[in-house]
């Protein structure tokens, strides 16, 4: 207990003496090592000993999600993910460690591992709109595009979270291009670079889809609206200025 009253006055040093001394006095004292390993995780440069002392409740009570939890953070790579897997599936309702976890997963390029917690933790968390914004993030680093918009159009329909974050709207817009809803997506384009005036890669976005759909937005119109005066007034106009007489 002084260990935790310790460590919660940021005192780092006396609070891993009380846990090493109460370790000394009791050593199969699994409450002294539950603090001491939450104190050294706090510490750079401590991942083996957070690791030892991780491996020793583990070794004990393999469902101490704090032992656990101390763990995946120690870990890098490929360990990290399998450590962040068995966090999920130890503690599927704890919003912030599955946050953690499908940030680890995304950080670490595994949009597919990082759906897969998704699954799992959506069940146990309905109403966290947090967990669906990085479905759509997931789903966008795959490319699944028709997914992709699908969840987007949810989410910019009922999350103001979504549609204020500058980051999901570059990858909505791309989402509805590249699910072929050219007019959509420079509808939405436009409408984000009113909304975020000082992001310029919405900008950029917002340009190179006005220049592609140029070239083909009359050639739709045409197609769509084949009798209709206007359109073909304007193609004689444009063909005329190209020279095509």
């Not at 409740?57 to 993910?81: E, F, K, P, Q, Y």
């Not at 590249?178 to 005036?197: F, L």
Request: with cysteine.
């Amino acid at each position: 207990r002084r260990c935790e009253n310790l460590a919660r006055a940021s005192s780092v040093g006396p609070a891993i003496r009380a846990a090493e001394r109460a370790i000394a006095a009791f050593p199969t004292s699994l409450l002294a090592r539950n603090c001491l390993v939450r104190i050294l995780a706090t510490q750079p440069g401590l991942q083996d000993s957070v690791l030892r002392v991780a491996a020793y409740l583990i070794a004990r009570d393999s469902l101490n999600i704090i032992a656990h939890t101390m763990r995946a953070r120690a870990l890098v790579g490929a360990n990290a993910v399998t450590a962040w897997q068995r966090v999920v599936y130890l503690k599927p309702d704890s919003v912030e460690l599955g946050l953690e976890a499908v940030e680890t997963f995304l950080r670490l390029g595994r949009p597919e591992t990082a759906l897969q917690a998704l699954d799992t933790l959506v069940v146990h968390n309905p109403r966290e709109g947090f967990f669906q914004r990085q479905r759509f993030r997931a789903l966008h680093t795959l490319t699944r595009w028709d997914e992709a918009t699908a969840l987007g159009d949810s989410l910019e329909r009922h999350d103001p979270f979504f549609g204020a974050d500058p980051n999901f709207a570059v990858r909505y817009v791309e989402a509805l291009k590249m699910h072929g809803d050219t007019v959509r997506a420079i509808a939405k384009s436009a409408r984000s670079v009113i909304e975020h005036p000082t992001d310029g890669r919405l900008y950029v976005q917002y340009v190179d889809l006005i220049a592609g759909e140029s070239t083909v937005a009359l050639t739709r119109g045409l197609a769509r609206f084949p009798s209709f005066a206007p359109l073909r007034v304007l193609a004689a106009q444009q063909a005329r200025a190209g020279g095509d007489r």
